[in-house]
């Protein structure tokens, strides 16, 4: 079945360090491919997403690039702030052949940003 | 224009019992979803609503269930509770069953003893 698998955290930086966050999915079809963000105690926000392949999704100067041949979203930022401690969920939905709009999320990586 | 709101924020119910948690929609949007997240791992599909019906489910048992009302907001009823649903409990809602994109509440923390 369709699958997300994520770099195991925690991930620990230096402020203004260069982060990259590792994901690769499995899927059959043409998935959409998400990044959220989870602060402690809140739900879910999206970061990004990439609707197909090539596509870079990008925000608040965080990047992801969904590449078909090598089935990755990984996501990059050039300069972390204190203010990106956080858990990082990379997520795909298979597309609607079911009817059913549905993520399949990784299992998360914690990143903490030292000062 | 109202996110998408849960409630309670947090709970606790011994086992064996039943529980009810409730979410409203973002406005204009007719689709919502629960997600059940374990400590430490990533959220679990358990249901899509979608027009009030039932449109997708996840591997979950069927004491699991929920309803959709007409003004789009949901609930999701678990019964016979076990340990293990201890977790927190994300609704998401979107606008269609195949919206591109959903937006999560803050979720309702479950604790079970």
């Known amino acids: 079945g369709d699958s997300v698998t994520q770099m195991e955290g925690p991930v620990t930086l230096s402020e203004e360090a260069f982060l990259t966050i590792n ?3 499995t899927a059959t079809g043409y998935p959409s491919l998400f990044w959220y963000v989870q602060y402690p105690g ?6 990004l997403k990439a609707t197909k392949a090539d596509d870079k999704g990008s925000n608040k100067g965080f990047e992801a690039t969904y590449r078909k041949e090598t089935t990755s979203f990984h996501l990059e930022k050039g300069s972390v702030q204190v203010s990106d401690s956080a858990v990082y969920f990379c997520a795909l939905s298979p597309g609607t052949t079911s009817g059913t709009y549905k993520y399949i999320f990784g299992t998360g990586t914690r990143l903490k940003v030292l000062a | 224009e109202t996110g998408v ?17 409730r979410c409203s929609s ?15 791992q990533g959220p679990q599909f358990i249901f899509q609503y979608y027009r009030e019906e ?5 591997n979950f048992p069927p004491r699991f269930s929920g309803l959709q009302f007409p003004n789009y907001s949901s609930e999701l009823n678990v019964n016979a509770l076990e340990l293990d649903d201890s977790a927190l409990y994300l609704c998401a809602s979107s606008f269609g069953a195949g919206a591109a994109e959903a ?7 479950l604790t079970v003893v």
């Open chain 2, 54 to 58: 039932e449109n997708g489910r996840g």
């Open chain 2, 26 to 40: 973002q406005s204009g949007h007719n689709t919502v979803s629960w997600y059940q997240q374990a400590l430490g």
């Open chain 2, 103 to 109: 937006f999560f509440g803050q979720g309702t923390r």
């Open chain 2, 5 to 21: 709101t849960q409630s309670p924020t947090h709970l606790i119910k011994t086992r064996g019992q039943q529980v009810t948690l």
């Open chain 1, 42 to 47: 809140e739900g879910l926000q999206l970061l």
């Open chain 1, 23 to 25: 994901c690769t999915y």
